[in-house]
């Protein structure tokens, strides 16, 4: 199930260089498809999409890839090479959550923060991160309840507060969510930032049914979200997801079926699968 949610990461033209960088970065990754305008690759069994956007959209800290890995020598190791020719959000230290935490943008404008496991023995893994900061501060909450009622099997495990006499008592400090198995982190973000939710890092949703499609869009964009084109869409937060058909892929991998199928869905807001599968 959970393989339906993915992120996708804008890039101009260096989608499969960024890839290629992120699998040298952590084991246990792989690239799984490789074409000019989109790059799939896995980092602990997490399917993540480069796109090969253009200069449209630049990548910020709003959505982040958090990772924990074993031990402090491979968090360690994995920080030096995200650093490299990148900046850093926050040094790689010891912090009252981690014994080795840091938060750095790599030199193709992606976020990570990576951290040691809490215990010898967890798993690594990798989970995307939700920064709600500006006219989103404090809003997580209310995101994260909307997103449940979306998705089915979905949850709120973890969820933290700011505690009372703080001056953002009762924001999201720390939160993790479940939506139809995936899990997501969710975080207000205080202080002055620069950025907010864009198209740089979005969520991908792949449906078999076109029910799936209407619901998820029809949800997504009402009380203030927006539709977009392609099956890209912007939520009430500003958070943009593309709700795609899961035939997709198939269809474009057929060269002479492929042109068309662009043309049919360059057209399309929502997608349309019976459309698609005429093109």
């Not at 074993?70 to 959000?89: F, I, M, P, Q, R």
């Not at 939710?197 to 991908?204: A, I, K, T």
């Not at 199928?261 to 599968?277: C, E, G, T, Y």
Request: hydrophobic share 40%; net charge negative; charged share 20%.
């Amino acid at each position: 199930m959970s393989k339906q949610f993915y992120p996708c990461l804008w890039f101009d033209g260096k989608a499969g260089e960024a890839a290629a960088f992120y699998c040298s970065v952590f084991k246990n990754s792989k690239i799984l498809q490789d074409t000019p305008m989109v790059v799939t690759f896995e980092i602990f069994g997490k399917k993540i999409m480069g796109l090969n956007g253009g200069p449209k959209f630049k990548i910020n800290p709003s959505i982040s890839l958090f990772v924990l890995l074993e031990s402090v020598e491979e968090t360690n190791a994995a920080w030096n090479k995200l650093v490299d020719g990148g900046s850093v959000l926050m040094p790689i230290d010891k912090y009252f959550w981690s014994e080795r935490y840091g938060w750095v943008q790599d030199k193709y404008g992606m976020t990570w923060q990576v951290s040691v496991v809490n215990k010898a023995g967890d798993l690594p893994k990798i989970t995307p991160s939700m920064l709600f900061t500006g006219t989103q501060f404090g809003k997580a909450e209310e995101a994260m309840k909307l997103y449940c009622s979306v998705f089915k099997n979905s949850s709120i495990p973890v969820l933290l507060h700011y505690p009372e006499g703080d001056a953002n008592a009762g924001k999201v400090m720390y939160s993790e969510f479940r939506l139809n198995g995936y899990d997501l982190i969710a975080m207000d973000g205080p202080g002055e930032h620069a950025y907010t939710f864009n198209e740089g890092v979005s969520l991908v949703v792949e449906c078999d049914a076109q029910q799936e499609i209407d619901d998820y869009w029809n949800t997504l964009t009402a009380n203030g979200g927006a539709e977009s084109m392609c099956g890209w869409l912007k939520d009430p937060y500003g958070v943009s997801w593309q709700i795609v058909p899961s035939v997709l892929g198939q269809l474009m991998s057929d060269p002479a079926r492929a042109p068309r199928v662009v043309q049919a869905f360059m057209q399309m807001k929502k997608f349309d699968i019976a459309k698609l599968q005429e093109a």
